[in-house]
């Protein structure tokens, strides 16, 4: 019966793939014809990130969710580009259909493979695979291979064609996930911050003051280079300026405690997370006795303090998971030199260390979004919100997913939408 199951999904999700995946591959003589135009793969090092697709069961996420046959013809299609006009135009059509196909799966509107349909680990797998298919490639023309999967990478992440409807009355949420992280010690690890925004991107919600509400979300990469060339900006800038549908209301996502959500009071400016690397294994360059300032980074106060109704949220939301108030921050008094941690929030004159999120890239993206906030749209409320840690993977390290796993996911998603539809509505 599982196999039965299995091969009737994989040919839902052929189906539907066909109707998903963008026109460069639905004509089978353009793609013979093009693929003479490209010489045979290169054989180049992968990243440290890409290495790790070595591993077996990213495959196997990848194709329990359907999504196979975006990597087995992302290649082809390439190959039937003949000009750099045509690769970047390729690039953005391949990255929103991934994306528009992975937000449709995680809010069961299309069918395909046995995995929960919001777990968000097939979308990670898929867009690296496709980055490593992207290295490989060699075209008979020169191209900027950076910039192309800048491109790749901004449009599978929901940064394009993603913009809030204009409806009169309806309030517009911005949020941010992440990807997975940690995968050295756990490659099966997931992230719910980023399951979350892809369940909830596009949706209509109702507020706590029964008004409507549209939610629009992006995921965004655990790298310190990604960081550093502002993929935080060009995701939060549009939804801030001043526009037919702007934002009222932004916040990022990540995963934090164990057991417990927490609004962070503070965001911190320096980076200060290591020996912890990032998922490319690199390290962000500071430490806590000696804490750094992002490069990039535009002018700001050392900690900047959340403007969501922290009071509201903490008293309407405790179930399953506590919802608390984090005040915490690390700091370098006025005249000091030793890192000192607060329970009270900062003291006048210090610097930064880390804020309630640390010292990592989930305090980073809280102090670039809202940094741009009090540049763009200083009235809005904004802030950062950690999930629990998602636990309940299977003993067994061939399970990729169990019952237990699939329960916590869920409720964490559900919880970060009752926070959402508590903190945007209108006082």
Known sequence: MMLLR?????AASTALLVAVLPTAVASPAHAADGASACRPPASVPLDAEQARLADARTTALVERAGFADFVRRFPTALCTTRSPAEAERLLDSWGQALWQASVRRAQGQRPGGDLAPGDDRPLYWARLSMTAALARWQPEFTVDRAALRTRFEDASRGLTDNAFRTEPGVRRIFISGFDPFGLDAEIR???PSGSAALQLNGRRVTLADGSP???RAVVLPVRYADFDAGIVERAFAPRLAAGPAPADIITTVSQGYPGIFTLEDWAGRARSADPYPDNARALSGGTRERPVTAPGLGPGPEFIRTTLP???VTA?????YPVLLN???TEIPAGGTAPVDRTDGPTPGSRAVAGGGGGYLSNEVAYRSNRLRTELAPHLPGGHLHTPVLTGLPADPRLLTGPEFERNESAITTEVRTVLEHAAARR
């Open 6 to 10: 299995r091969a009737a999904s994989a």
């Open 189 to 191: 690890r997931a992230n």
């Open 213 to 215: 509400a549209e939610i």
């Open 310 to 312: 922290a009071d509201a």
């Open 316 to 320: 309407a939301v405790q179930t399953p």
């Open 327 to 329: 005040t915490e921050v």
